[in-house]
């Protein structure tokens, strides 16, 4: 029976009669629909669509399909176009959600996502949330029908069969360029490229869109570097090289945008963000202080000595760390998940952490201070560990030692004062506070979780995971705070997350695998089997989180126990 045909015979009928339409595949040429959730009531969250659209429809041309990442751009492309078609076409009547017919929406990042995806084939896959329509608790089948069958095919038509295939280029051709321009950091010693004339600064915290006359970046010779994108051709940008990189100048001059946008960098970025030519090492972590985080059998020695009262730090533990082992924890955890660059701001850190000055190296002598701050470590972690650090200090004129590169923000114009530093840092030396030659890097023992530690259970419910925006996954009993994680950007990717945490506890977790070794199974799956493969429900609000962001999140889980070493 056709879908026409179908919702007709449901009018007026109770609404859980459009639970007949579940799993069904209807054709409504050139697009097959399949309704792969239906909603308890029309208050409910509104039902699951699943339309695809057969390989031939569009014969999109080779380039824009050929490589992961193009298919990756090309689906993010017809993504943002069905929004703004769906924002624009009249919602009908009816109670509660009936009438909604939306794509989850996105941000400024370019993500694998599974509300639309572009196979290899050529073949199209959409996932929309729709209210089915109804009078109280009556189904409207006519309304159903204007929506479904006319509505709906409407508006993908205004999309799909004849793409604005020149603006799908230009989609494409950005992020292929922004993924080329990544490719190259390593070779060229960088460790973040910002193309000349990008535009930083966003409109607030809660608006991503670039800040309307903001000034554009600029690039002195002796931060310039060229690199060579395959589309854009020869691109002229500063360079925030390997090493140690600070940030400095005078408050409101924009250090912590440009330390952002660093950050943000590991994402690709659409067409006129302003981002879209700035790329970073894509293994970049944003740390901070978090107090009153857990952390489980963490090696802090890096940077904690003796505790009082004997607590050991090798493998250390606690439910309410302080702001400077929350710090060290975070770096530690950082280094195990794979990271190649530290993004640190003076805004976020634990001054004592960061540094000690020679008064307090003078006061507390060192047998008394468990601490071995940063600046002690950060040349170590360069030059043992290729371990790159940028760095934000406005205040800590200490770093100047420490540092291979100095850029100033003045009035939010880059320059490079790198050797104005190092004659500061001569002429004013630091004596006694000066960095400590640190002891060698310990060797850290692998974490390995213990199964029973990951239990997704409550109450009644053997699995009960669900995610609170950005901020949160609610895992079983316990709520993980993802509030501070700074890089994870998107709900849809924070979903995942909980999905993928679910899987590790479900098969992964054995005891045996180590924290690197279950990212590695994550990412391998997710990158054979796609973005799919992380929630058996196919609903189209996933989106590609990094091992960084899953990592962190296994890292706060409270209840994360580890399998003792052999
Ligand atoms: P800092 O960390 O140096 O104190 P911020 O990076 O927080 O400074 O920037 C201060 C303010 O300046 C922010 O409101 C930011 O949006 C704005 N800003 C940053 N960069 C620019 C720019 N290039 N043009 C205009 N305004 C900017
Ligand atoms: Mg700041």
Redesign the pocket.
Known sequence: MDLHTSLERLDQRPYPAYKDLRGREFELDPYTLCVEHVQGDPFAAPSRLRIDLPADLMSLPAALIASSDARRASADFFQRALAAVLVDSPRGTGSGKSGVLEILATGPEVLDRSALQVFKTGAVRIRLSVGLPAAGRRILGRAAVELLVERLPRALDRVFPKPDLEALERHVHCVEDQVALRAQLDHAGLVAFLAEGS????RSGVDSRP?V?????SVPDSLSVTLDAPHAGRLRGMAIRKGVTLIV????????????VVALGVYDHVPGDGRERVVTDANAITVRAEDGRAVRGVDLRPFIGELPLGRRTDLFDTDDASGSTSQAAAIVEALEAGATTLLI?E?TAATNFMIRDARMRALVPPEQEPITPYIDRVRQLWTEREVSSVL?V?GAGDYLDVADQVIQ?DA?RPCDVSAEAAAVAKSLPLGGAAPRPPDPWPAACARRPAPSSLDPSKGKHSERVRSVKTRAIEFGREEIDLSLLFQLIDSAQCRSIGDLLLLLSRELVDGERSIPELLDAVEKMIDENGIDSVSERGYGDRARPRRFELAAALNRLRSLRLVASP
């Not at 535009?199 to 966003?202: D, I, K, N, Q, T």
């Not at 100048?249 to 952002?260: R, V």
């Open positions: 535009m930083l600064p966003r800040l006359n903001a000034v554009p970046l100048g005078g408050g409101y001059h924009g250090k912590s945008t440009l330390l952002s701001d805004d934000v406005g923000m939010y």
